[in-house]
């Protein structure tokens, strides 16, 4: 599915954008190659300035899009051209850390695509910390639009004091037809979608790949917050094989006016970690009103290396010929540095964990964010 969207990206130069917010009129390149251009042109209304991430987690794909963003203190809106009939990919890049005085536990925002729901009270840091990244990308499938522009509106929440919105890259890149020319099959929740399922027989001999599409409805109800996915055999068909066979799964949700979804919870890891961490703090007497900046992390981190080096050495000094064969099990320096902000409160509200960070648990995690792929639109579109 990748393949043919990224040639015919190449194809639709014309048609496809590759903003990097935040940007000079210049632009700048990424690792790979690719060219990424100002966004200041397609910013229409509303106040946001522009910024660079205070510091570089180890885990970035590139510097271009995510240590620079822009920032948005009131609703804004990008205006991005598009042909009216075409289906196009839309992508999302977040980065949540210090952006100036920009605390990222702060940003709680909606995002918008022409009266569409993207994202709802979205927290990227909850979202970054829940599932140990850095930076997260959000992906949208937008059916034809009947309008020469897109209209990307960022707001910031009014639930949250001192709310931001904010977003380090936009690619929109115009999707080929062919890959929606198959209408899906309908199933219903809880009841058997097919009972004789036979991969081979669908395709009539090994080795021959296949797919099926199916549509659940999900009703608002308690407990309707988990989509159920069963695979086993059936004895009633005396099969040669008692077994099931599946590749992969991929789950859309459709919608044509919100595709927003609540922002993750920590897992209880996570969580007893943070409290651990925050005791530590409280014991030591570490607690400030501001971060230490990433230079002063990376030179802490640098200092402990050669100190441990030195140490090392000292001691195959001291016992020559000796040997010990041990596994490493430290984690990541930068995980223990202190970048990024604190508030004035007392409480920590950003640190940079290998893959993740440390929230505010005062902040409301109960709002909405989105899910990672969804279809836009109405699915006779299809």
């Known amino acids: ?27 700048g390149k990424d690792s790979d190659g690719r060219q990424w251009n100002s966004d200041n042109k397609y ?18 794909l590139s510097e271009v899009p995510y240590m620079t963003a822009r920032i948005f203190t009131s609703e804004t809106t990008y205006k991005l051209p598009i042909l009216p009939d075409k289906r196009y ?22 995002v918008t695509a022409n009266g569409v729901t993207l994202l709802n009270n979205f927290s990227s840091f909850i ?26 509106k960022f707001k910031p929440s009014d639930k949250q004091d001192g709310a931001f919105a904010f977003v380090n890259g936009i690619q929109l890149i115009q999707m080929p037809d062919l890959l929606f020319d198959s209408p899906p099959l309908v199933g219903y929740p809880g009841q058997t979608v097919d009972a004789k399922a036979d991969v081979i027989g669908w395709t009539g001999s090994q080795g021959v790949a296949t797919y099926k599409d199916y549509v ?3 009703h608002e109800e308690p407990g309707a917050d988990q989509l159920w996915l069963a ?14 066979m599946l590749n992969g799964v991929e789950i859309f949700k459709l919608n044509d006016t919100n595709l927003s979804g609540p922002n993750p919870q920590l897992s209880d890891m996570m969580m007893e970690y943070e409290e651990r961490f925050r005791n530590f703090e409280d014991k030591n007497g570490h607690r400030k009103n501001f ?3 990433g230079a002063a992390g990376g030179a802490a981190g640098f200092a402990l290396v050669a100190a441990i080096c030195i140490a090392v050495h000292q001691r195959k000094k001291r016992t020559p010929g000796s040997y010990t064969n041990t596994t490493s099990s430290w984690l990541p320096l930068y995980g223990n540095s202190h970048t990024g902000t604190k508030s004035t409160s007392g409480k920590t509200h950003y640190k940079n964990l290998s ?5 505010d648990p005062s902040h409301d995690s109960t709002g909405n964010s989105a899910a990672i792929f969804s279809q836009i639109g109405n699915p006779k579109g299809r």
């Open 1 to 27: 599915m990748c393949i043919p969207i990224l040639l015919n990206a190449q194809s639709n130069k014309d048609e496809s954008l590759i903003l990097g917010c935040g940007l000079d009129e210049k632009g």
């Open 216 to 218: 659940v409805y999900v």
């Open 43 to 60: 910013v229409s209304g509303g106040n946001s300035v522009t910024a660079k991430a205070s510091f570089q987690d180890p885990s970035l």
């Open 89 to 110: 990919w839309l992508r999302l890049h977040f980065y949540p850390s210090v952006y100036n005085n920009f605390n990222p536990a702060d940003s709680y925002f909606s």
């Open 127 to 152: 979202t970054c910390q829940a599932l140990s990244q850095a930076y997260i990308d959000r992906e949208y499938a937008l059916a034809p639009l009947n309008s020469d522009v897109l209209e990307l």
């Open 355 to 359: 893959l993740g960070s440390e929230h």
């Open 231 to 244: 695979l086993h055999p059936n004895p009633a068909t005396t099969p040669r094989y008692y077994d099931s």
């Open 291 to 293: 971060a230490i900046g």
